[in-house]
């Protein structure tokens, strides 16, 4: 569903154009797995059907015809359309629906789907870039114009990226739940219903109490996502 290259086009992962794709391959993987793994079977399958076809930005300069698809922004969201008739200088939104038709399984692909498993990948990738497996067993790739990233800046950089891909799941899985359990007449489920809602604890106020107006009744209210 993605490659190296949509890696180093998206402009949001830093990844290098001149890293090997077998550099970059053993950390997208399991991350194919793990959505096989949270998707239903035949939404997989639609998606990655769909992955394969070409699908290109949409420019106001080109003329569409009837059922070529696009991608655009809308609403801070990349979205996919086809046109529901030929077409140029019409630009494609949900309420455009003279010209254009939104791809709810597209929208799902290019706007939740790619970014999470971009995100995922350029973690494990960021992990174990610089690993190399030896006869000599694990070693630390190094090279003499560049310093290797340690410490707090080392941890706050690795910090940053798992946010990131943990944001782009929840992010993924929700818009599911905003939908009717259909995407262009695919079905699925609710997905990790149990992960991915917050969850929230009620715990007495304790050795605080003195501290506060005597109120049997008091407890704090706290949550954790």
């Known amino acids: 569903m993605i490659d190296k290259q949509y890696l180093v086009d998206s402009?949001?992962?830093p990844l290098n154009i001149n890293v090997s794709d077998d550099?970059?391959?053993p950390y997208m993987y399991p991350v194919f797995e793990e959505l096989r793994n949270t998707l239903p079977v035949l939404l997989y399958a639609a998606l990655d059907t769909l992955s394969q076809e070409y699908v290109k930005e949409w420019s106001i300069t080109n003329t569409y015809v009837t059922d070529e698809k696009v991608t655009v922004i809308e609403t801070g969201v990349l979205k996919m359309f086809?046109?529901?008739r030929g077409n140029s200088d019409s630009k494609p939104t949900t309420a455009?629906?003279?010209h254009w038709r939104e791809v709810q399984l597209g929208t799902f692909l290019v706007g939740y789907v790619q970014p999470y498993l971009a995100h995922s990948t350029f973690y494990g990738?960021?992990?174990n870039s610089g690993v190399n497996v030896s006869h000599q067993g694990l070693q630390q790739i190094s090279n003499e114009t560049a310093a290797a990233v340690t410490g707090n800046?080392?941890?706050?950089?690795l910090n940053y990226w798992k946010n990131q891909?943990?944001?782009k799941r929840r992010s993924m899985l929700n818009h599911l739940d905003t939908m009717s359990n259909t995407l262009d007449t695919v079905g699925y489920l609710k997905i990790e219903e149990?992960?991915?809602t917050t969850s929230y604890q009620i715990r007495g106020i304790g050795k605080q109490i003195d501290r506060l107006p005597i109120n049997k009744d008091l407890y704090y209210y706290g949550g954790n996502i």
Request: charge should be positive; aromatic fraction near 8%; charged fraction near 25%.
């Open 11 to 13: 402009k949001v992962i």
């Open 23 to 25: 550099k970059v391959l």
């Open 82 to 84: 086809k046109a529901a």
């Open 96 to 98: 455009n629906t003279a």
């Open 125 to 127: 990738y960021s992990i």
């Open 153 to 157: 800046n080392l941890q706050a950089f």
């Open 165 to 167: 891909a943990n944001l």
């Open 194 to 196: 149990k992960k991915k």
